[in-house]
């Protein structure tokens, strides 16, 4: 049985990529990866690039097996849509993703996976009354467990994750990405420490491993917590930090690779 679980008080979400008829959607790991990814992203002003993450989980729900699931994103993708439609100058466009948006989330309890929404709600509700609402305030702020979450507050997964968005969003090489989340994921199961107070806040480890977390999360807030989007001052110069420890580790990997073949 595929439906909903514990709905009501929003501690769980659908059951995913367990479908009976064999097909695969997205995991829960990869859907709290995603999601976690989005919140933070948004957190940061990033309300465009928010919905990428989301988009790439929510294109792979199956409305029959993961109908609230499949709701629940659909709603943040909406949200944030609105958000950016408002911010741009599309006042008919942020009105009628406002009211969709409003309209997807409408079922669903107070928090769902962690993601508070009755304020997500009541801003959509006025957004569509008044479309140039955001020309007066700032949007809400998207709270998970409670609070926004920082993007340094990631797991390698949804770094990256957060990480690509912001590539593809600002035309940076996003393979550069990827491939410096896979490493913060192996130096994480390798218990080396992501921070040192010593380095002024940077990543350091004895055997001297690339700061591929901490410099991911630079690269996502721009080297300054909270910077965002607007604030490029240190991104190209982090991205280039990044890419050269990428290009390091992978020559290191390659000059190993095959030494001990025996066939």
Do not use: K
């Not at 009501?8 to 009976?20: I, Y």
């Not at 969709?100 to 009354?129: H, I």
């Not at 955001?134 to 467990?145: D, F, H, T, W």
């Not at 979450?149 to 393979?175: F, H, K, M, Q, T």
Request: include cysteine.
């Amino acid at each position: 049985m595929t439906g909903s679980s514990e709905v009501e008080d929003g501690t769980r979400g659908d059951a995913v990529g367990n479908s009976e008829d064999g097909s695969s959607g997205p995991t829960a790991a990869e859907l709290e990866s995603a999601l976690r990814a989005g919140v933070a992203l948004y957190a940061e002003g990033w309300y465009h690039a928010a919905h990428d993450p989301w988009e790439a989980v929510w294109l792979e729900l199956d409305r029959e097996t993961a109908p609230t699931d499949e709701r629940f994103f659909h709603g943040l993708i909406q949200f944030t849509a609105a958000i950016y439609h408002a911010r741009e100058g599309n006042p008919d466009g942020a009105s009628g993703l406002a009211t969709s948006a409003r309209e997807y989330l409408a079922p669903l309890p107070g928090v769902y996976r962690g993601v508070g929404l009755d304020g997500p709600r009541a801003f959509c509700r006025r957004l569509a009354a008044d479309p140039v609402l955001l020309e007066r305030r700032e949007p809400p702020p998207l709270e998970y467990e409670g609070s926004p979450l920082p993007v340094a507050a990631l797991a390698p997964d949804a770094l990256g994750r957060a990480g690509e968005a912001v590539a593809e969003e600002l035309g940076y090489d996003e393979s550069v990405v990827v491939a410096a989340a896979r490493f913060a994921a192996a130096d994480a199961e390798r218990d080396q420490p992501a921070l040192d107070a010593d380095s002024g806040g940077t990543a350091s480890t004895a055997d001297g491993a690339a700061p591929f977390a901490s410099l991911l999360v630079d690269f996502v807030t721009g080297g300054v917590a909270g910077g965002g989007p607007g604030d490029d001052s240190d991104r190209g110069l982090v991205f280039q930090r990044l890419a050269a420890h990428v290009d390091r580790r992978e020559r290191a990997e390659s000059d190993v690779s095959g030494l001990f073949d025996t066939g």
